[in-house]
């Protein structure tokens, strides 16, 4: 029988941005939206879509090998899977989401402990119940199906809920007055999976890809050509991930420079490369970029 990787594809939320992030990494996962076993491009991988809130329990369990998820969620199960590569993308960003606790903007609260004896909403009830512990207030935490926004003030009064940029909490007359945790996605894995050879490595494999597709993201490639003379200058502008390539042109005064930068500071390098008087001068995106 030939060797399989049980992988969990996040359900949800984070299904549409884990499948492109595969795609960007190499794999086409292919989901029609009835099945469960969504298909992919690998004879080697066996996919299957699980509730981000219920990965690290299957994984746990071995019915998954691996898995995506959000850090959250494993530490709310409080269960023993390995971390092997964090992977900072969500919904709508690239960026790390946060549990915050919330309050309605009218309700006098400014921070936990004005909650004393008070009933929290949340989905995160293990967690939120350790936050309040910690800080030594009385709170009932109660769980929450979903909507968890519209809950305060008249069956909840305050909540813990995710957020990526803080929007639905406004829009619902919401302040945040803590953060509770920061969060991200993981590629998770069971020990019994890493401990067996051709799984470690596949695993291993799958994130060295999906890392490298997620460093891409924030950085493109710059080519350009200058006279020996001015390569120094043009050196000097270069906030290189790792020094430039250098290569000899077929005119001996001439050389070529490849490298990588951020692509937020793209705008500002170019025009000062021109200054030193690089020329043809292109920007070009990059698929995946491992170091």
């Known amino acids: 029988m030939a060797n399989k990787l049980r992988l969990g594809i996040p359900k949800g939320s984070l299904q549409d941005a884990t499948i492109a992030l595969f795609k960007r990494a ?22 299957m879509l699980i509730r981000a809130q219920e990965m690290a329990r299957y994984v746990d369990h071995g019915v998954l090998d691996a898995g995506l998820t959000g850090i959250d969620w494993v530490v709310e199960s ?33 921070k936990a402990e004005d909650l004393e004896g ?10 939120s119940k350790r936050y309040f512990a910690e800080k030594g207030v009385n709170v009932k935490v109660e769980f929450s199906w ?11 009064d305050a909540i813990v809920e995710v957020t990526e940029t803080g929007s639905s909490l406004k829009a619902n007359h919401l302040k945040i007055i803590d953060t ?24 291993e494999s799958i994130a060295l890809m999906l890392r ?21 200058a043009v050196l000097a502008v270069l906030p290189a991930l790792n020094s430039p390539t250098i290569s000899q042109l077929s005119d001996s005064e001439w ?13 500002e390098v170019i025009p000062r490369l021109k200054a030193a008087k690089a020329t043809g001068i292109v920007e070009y995106p990059l698929n995946k970029v491992v170091l």
Not at 26 to 47: Q, T
Not at 122 to 127: A, G, M, N, R, S
Not at 255 to 263: D, L, Q, R
């Open 255 to 267: 050389v070529a420079v490849n490298t990588i930068v951020e692509e937020r500071t793209a705008r």
């Open 146 to 156: 979903g909507a968890t926004e519209v809950k305060p003030p008249m069956l909840a």
């Open 118 to 127: 008070k009933i929290i909403a949340t989905e995160l009830v293990e967690v």
């Open 212 to 232: 490298g597709a997620i460093d891409a993201q924030s950085q493109v490639g710059l080519m350009l050509n200058v006279k020996r003379d001015n390569l120094d």
């Open 180 to 203: 509770v945790m920061e969060s991200e996605t993981r590629l998770i894995a069971s020990k019994s999976a890493l401990a067996d050879d051709w799984k470690r490595e596949k695993i």
């Open 26 to 47: 190499g794999w086409n996962i292919y989901a029609d939206g009835r099945s469960y076993f969504p298909s992919i491009d690998d004879v080697e991988i066996e996919c």
């Open 78 to 110: 409080g269960l023993d899977v390995a971390s092997v590569t964090s992977l900072t993308y969500a919904k709508q960003s690239r960026r790390k989401v946060r549990w915050v606790l919330a309050v309605p903007e009218s309700s006098g609260f400014e």
